[in-house]
């Protein structure tokens, strides 16, 4: 699954992990004549910050080896020497809610001031795209960044970086509060999970977003959580050199030469997207798809596509509307050479009008180039034309593919699926810093094959002692998440195997370990957005999850879970537990849909259901003597429509371990 960032940003956003140590130039380029400082603060320190409260407060940071550094906070002063490294550090007693308050430090002639501090609550928010999913591409986005006005909600954008060993301090970041001008790029999940935080704790909340998009949930752990010794992590990163040229040579044998630039510009300029354009020797590529996934593994860079579509005489005279609903990741679209929109993202919806101007009666030339980053790649969700008083008509098909540019290492987006790598950059330097807890949204990554989703059960767990043990020498760090939503086409037969459905079961097993909570999602996904747009029902969520496990507080969190079922004749009766004032459907009527059954030959049917009392009644005319059943058991279940009557969802589940 791709999920990720666009590439230029991403390349920026390398560069500046990369080469963090530049020297300040002057106006010609040249290194100006400033002295570089020797005191500074872990990057997690800045104005406008949030710390901890009902904890001790540590301060750190680095100055010359062997000088003396003082801390003034709260009417205290502490001091201390640097050490042969010039790293320091200091602690000061517990504080409760509260502030501002202002931090100085201070070193020889240096001195540092870090204002507007508040003590609340923070919270490590932590995984792929949807968590890292800003608000100004959410649902009512204009509405809620109009309506921010909230100086104690705080949010902390850690840099998307990497290190192949653990790293003392951050690539970067700086503080920024909930209001119009700052919002938008919020972590949309971690805003309106703190905003709902703010409202029942009323004491400053913090939001630190260490996200990137598309990553795995192994560059999120540590080397000792792999128990990856030197010599083995070492002969993973040879292997993974291999694995690389092994994915050029691949790619070379299909296209030839790699190109490092894009093939289809002449003189700097962009050709083929000239409706003339001899393109017979370009291939067939199924859209919607992504080109990993039909024989481009591997690939990132830039892929030209080419259709054509016919258009009645009213057609070309009034105009139509192309709507992409997604491109992993920018790109540039033009009909009949005329260019007619371009977009950076891969989880925005392309909607561009097509002008009488630049069509014709009969024919129409569309081309597409997509610049990709990492991940899949490609026109991966549904395309379509439409006019007015007419329905939307599907481009879906074999268009034609032609490789642009290929970018094929280390250094882009690939590089967050690297075990450890994430960890070392992004986390471990926050290591130090006092939280309240975790909120996390991962595992799209780690879900494209039943395999790979089994896997996560054990990663998962791992992950979650390994952080709890490495941030706070203990096992009761609240640590929530987000069950993965529903995605993809919907089955019309039940699967006897479900990637993402493997996914969630794997992710729920966790619920074992002590203070951890998941929010369900089944019924807020979209079948043709890997990211939908609906956060704030995702935030409120896991808010209403930290209010028992972070919070002590008495609410009914979670929806209806399965507790047990018996097989009655033809039918199965379940029976679920966090039931609140009982059982509803979402129908009109008593019906519930998204069930399936089977029988000893486990072959699956939909199934009718219906509510009785405060169970469910399950059967299938095709399965006369039934001995499992399954509810939202897909990677997209439709009509997952069984709720408590406080309106949460019922958690998919399965009876068999087939």
Do not use: C
Request: net charge neutral.
């Amino acid at each position: 699954m791709a999920l990720h960032r666009s590439f230029g940003l991403l390349f920026l956003a390398f560069l500046a992990s990369a080469f963090p140590h530049r020297e300040a130039l002057g106006p010609r380029g040249h290194a100006a004549n400033v002295p570089a400082p020797t005191l500074r603060l872990a990057r997690i320190f800045g104005n406008g910050m949030v710390l901890q409260r009902d904890h001790p407060i540590p301060v750190w940071g680095w100055a010359s080896p062997g000088t003396r550094v003082s801390v003034s906070f709260h009417g205290d002063t502490k001091s201390v020497t640097s050490d042969s490294t010039g790293a320091w550090r200091v602690a000061f007693p517990l504080l409760t809610a509260g502030g501002p308050l202002d931090l100085v430090v201070r070193s020889g002639g240096e001195s540092i001031t870090v204002a507007n501090i508040v003590i609340g609550d923070v919270w490590l928010a932590s995984g792929q795209s949807n968590m890292e999913f800003p608000l100004s591409q959410s649902a009512n986005a204009s509405t809620e960044i109009r309506g921010a006005h909230d100086p104690l909600l705080r949010h902390f954008k850690v840099p998307t970086s990497w290190s192949n060993a653990p790293e003392s301090d951050l690539a970067g970041g700086e503080w920024t509060a909930a209001d119009p001008r700052h919002v938008g790029d919020f972590s949309a999940v971690g805003y309106f999970f703190a905003r709902d935080l703010r409202a029942f704790t009323h004491v400053p909340i913090g939001i630190v977003n260490s996200t990137w998009g598309g990553s795995a949930i192994e560059a999120w752990m540590s080397r000792k959580a792999h128990k990856l010794s030197d010599s083995a992590w070492a002969a993973y990163l040879q292997g993974d050199d291999r694995r690389i040229e092994a994915l050029r040579a691949a790619l070379r044998a299909k296209i030839g030469s790699l190109p490092e630039s894009d093939r289809g510009t002449r003189n700097g300029r962009l050709v083929w997207q000239d409706p003339a354009l001899d393109d017979s020797d370009w291939i067939e590529m199924p859209v919607p798809s992504y080109w990993e996934s039909n024989g481009f593994e591997g690939m990132d860079g830039i892929g030209w596509y080419r259709t054509s579509f016919i258009l009645s005489d009213r057609e070309a005279q009034t105009g139509v509307t192309l709507t992409m609903n997604a491109i992993d990741d920018d790109d540039i679209t033009w009909i009949n050479g005329v260019e007619v929109g371009r977009t950076v993202g891969y989880n925005k919806v392309r909607t561009y009008t097509l002008a009488p101007s630049a069509l014709r009666a009969g024919a129409n030339v569309l081309v597409v180039r997509v610049s990709d980053g990492g991940g899949g790649g490609g026109i991966n969700a549904s395309v379509s034309i439409s006019s007015e008083g007419s329905a939307p008509r599907s481009l879906a098909g074999r268009w034609k593919f032609k490789v642009g540019a290929v970018a094929l290492n280390r250094d882009g987006q690939q590089i967050n699926k690297v075990p450890t790598v994430l960890y070392n950059k992004m986390i471990a330097p926050l290591l130090p810093f006092p939280i309240k807890g975790i909120i996390w949204y991962q595992g799209e990554s780690n879900a494209n094959n039943v395999q790979q989703a089994s896997a996560y059960r054990a990663q998962f767990a791992t992950l979650i002692d390994s952080w709890r043990r490495e941030w706070s020498g203990g096992g009761r760090l609240p640590f929530l998440w987000v069950q993965l939503p529903n995605f993809g086409k919907p089955d019309s037969t039940p699967p006897s195997q479900s990637a993402w459905a493997t996914q969630r079961e794997s992710m729920a097993a966790a619920l074992s370990l002590p203070a951890t909570g998941q929010a369900i999602t089944i019924d807020v996904g979209e079948a043709e957005n890997l990211h939908p747009k609906n956060k704030q029902d995702v935030g409120a969520r896991l808010a209403l999850v930290a209010q028992p496990v972070a919070y002590g507080q008495r609410v009914l969190a979670s929806g209806p879970t399965y507790l047990s079922h018996v097989v009655r004749g033809n039918k199965i009766v379940v029976s679920f537990s966090n039931i609140g004032n009982g059982l509803v459907s979402a129908s009109s009527d008593a019906s519930v849909g998204a069930f399936a059954i089977a029988g000893a030959d486990k072959v699956w049917h939909w199934a009718s259901a219906r509510l009785v009392g405060n169970t469910v009644e399950v059967w299938s005319d095709a399965v006369a003597s039934p001995v499992a059943v399954r509810y939202a058991w897909t990677d997209s279940p439709e009509n997952a429509d069984l709720y408590s009557r406080e309106g949460l969802p019922a958690a998919p589940f399965r009876t068999d371990h087939w």
